[in-house]
Antibody, heavy 117, light 115 residues
Framework: QVQLQESGPGLVEPSQTLSLTCTVS??????????WSWIRQHPGKGLEWIGY???????YYNPSLKSRFTISVDTSQNQFSLKLSSVTAADTAIYYC?????????WGQGTLVTVSS | QSALTQPRSVSGSPGQSVTISCTGT?????????VSWYQQHPGKAPKLMIY???KRPSGVPDRFSGSRSGNTASLTISGLQAVDEADYYC???????????????FGSGTKVTVL
């Protein structure tokens, strides 16, 4: 059974960098069969695809979110990560990681990140 | 980029059928066979219910079905049950033909209420 688990701080101060990690079990990122996505959901709102990474390190980001996001992969740990720089209150959201074939299929439980001083 | 358009809410009595629409464009819903539907209960992560327009993952009841006509995809829940009360989101692959296009776009979400 494929499982994904997000981890990282639940509270980040404005202007700082948010860092999250997704640990994958039940599948190997380096197998190359899937992409690995980050998706967020603002409180009480809909879903927004942030971007994804392939095991090779190739990435694709949602252009509408500009360039504050960075996704990286560590195949030795079977993990991939998200960094978001210069956070503001507008970045307060639940952040999900998801395995992505033709569409996102398996999702992590999500982690709430609050941006506040 | 605009989200795909879904009705804000739909409702039905137990045993009835409800259909949720998801309207996009020829650049997303109508252009690729990669439309998916997710069920989200409060405080939970989205769960894949339909992928590639009409395919059901293992374990998803056959009460759930997906279809598409032109630029509009639909999710039908037959034999509505209390456990089906949740938010439902559609999602479509949108390609990379434009520097301004997200690869995946989601619908605005529909709350299904079981009366």
């Amino acid at each position: 059974q494929v499982q994904l688990q997000e981890s990282g701080p639940g509270l980040v101060e404005p202007s700082q960098t948010l860092s999250l990690t997704c640990t994958v079990s039940g599948d190997s990122i380096s197998s190359g069969g899937y992409y690995w996505s980050w998706i967020r959901q603002h409180p009480g709102k809909g879903l927004e695809w942030i971007g994804y990474i392939y095991y090779s390190g190739s990435t694709y980001y949602n252009p509408s979110l500009k360039s504050r996001f960075t996704i990286s992969v560590d195949t030795s740990q079977n993990q991939f990560s998200l960094k978001l720089s210069s956070v503001t209150a507008a970045d307060t959201a639940i952040y999900y990681c998801a395995r992505t074939g033709s569409v996102p299929d398996y999702w992590g439980q999500g982690t709430l990140v609050t941006v506040s001083s | 980029q605009s989200a795909l358009t879904q009705p804000r809410s739909v409702s039905g009595s137990p045993g009835q059928s409800v259909t949720i629409s998801c309207t996009g464009t020829s650049s997303d819903v109508g252009g690729y066979n990669y439309v998916s539907w997710y069920q989200q209960h409060p405080g939970k992560a989205p769960k894949l219910m339909i992928y590639d327009v009409s395919k059901r993952p293992s374990g998803v009841p056959d009460r759930f079905s997906g279809s598409r006509s032109g630029n509009t995809a639909s999710l039908t829940i037959s034999g509505l049950q209390a456990v089906d009360e949740a938010d439902y989101y559609c999602c479509s692959y949108a390609g990379s033909s434009s520097d301004y296009t997200s690869l995946y776009v989601f619908g605005s979400g529909t709350k299904v209420t079981v009366l």
